[in-house]
């Protein structure tokens, strides 16, 4: 398995605190002047890690020309995540589940901010189907600004059958987004465990995955645009179903 590149401040902190068994080399900036490093080189220090002294230009190549914030950590990749260890972990919770469920989100920065957003959520996971999806990147680490590292990202051959999957075995009730339904998402229960399936803007879900839904709920939309970004969509809905379930 190759290993991961994770850039900029936020990501590598997340791994350095949460998981640095996975680190296997920190690079930086020899010329550095950025104080804000400190705390990630003194994580650095205490576990022993392999710190390397590099120029600007190459640091550069090796964050494939990322904004890095003058720090680079290549990493064992995260294992690889799919339909059985969805409903494993799913099982295993002792709480109700929040699942977000990405059907063609092809743009590594809407992916990155929508598993930033569950994690701010309390969210369990996200869900994408392994073709008409954007990959995990280094890129998706970075927007996701170290969520990835609590926040497990599950890739699934057949996304219609993995909703089947959550309903059948999970009890999970599944929602999916639509400017043309008719409720409202201020009227649905999330206290219960539920999966959100959100679609691209325009396109929104494939046919299939829209009639394995238990029930599509409509954003109001008030103003002169019809629809939100996808990442901004999932803010929307996933907050709701926190002040529901704070509340």
């Known amino acids: 398995m190759a290993d991961e590149i994770l850039t900029g401040i936020h990501a590598v902190m997340a791994v350095l605190t949460?998981?640095?068994?996975?680190?296997?080399?920190?690079?930086?900036?020899?010329k550095r002047s950025n104080n804000r490093l400190d705390p990630l080189l003194e994580k650095v220090t205490a576990n022993n890690l392999l710190l390397t002294e590099v120029s600007r230009d190459k640091l550069d190549r090796l964050a494939d020309n990322q904004i890095h914030q003058g720090i680079v950590a290549r990493c064992q990749a995260l294992p690889v995540r799919g339909e059985a260890e969805l409903i494993?972990?799913?099982k295993a919770?002792?709480?109700?589940?929040m699942l977000l469920v990405l059907d063609g989100v092809q743009?590594?920065?809407?992916l990155g901010a929508c598993i930033r957003t569950?994690?701010?959520?309390?969210?369990?996971?996200?869900v994408i189907p392994r073709d008409r999806s954007a990959p995990v990147t280094s890129v998706v680490h970075k927007t996701a600004s170290g969520a990835m590292e609590t926040t497990?990202?599950?890739t699934v051959t057949n996304l219609s059958r993995?909703?089947?999957q959550l309903k059948q075995e999970c009890g999970l009730w599944v929602f999916g987004t639509s400017d043309k339904a008719e409720k409202s998402l201020y009227e649905v229960n999330f206290t219960d465990s539920f999966a959100l399936v959100l679609g691209t803007e325009g396109k929104g879900m494939r046919r299939l995955v829209a009639e394995n839904c238990d029930e599509l709920v409509a954003i109001p939309m008030i103003g002169t645009v019809s629809s939100l970004n996808v990442s901004v969509a999932s803010g929307v809905c996933c907050y709701e179903a926190l002040r529901q379930r704070q509340s």
């Open 18 to 30: 949460q998981n640095p068994g996975r680190v296997r080399q920190i690079y930086i900036n020899k």
């Open 93 to 97: 919770l002792k709480r109700a589940a």
């Open 152 to 154: 497990p990202v599950y």
């Open 88 to 90: 494993w972990d799913i």
């Open 162 to 164: 993995t909703l089947q």
């Open 107 to 110: 743009d590594p920065h809407n």
């Open 118 to 126: 569950l994690n701010g959520a309390g969210g369990d996971g996200v």
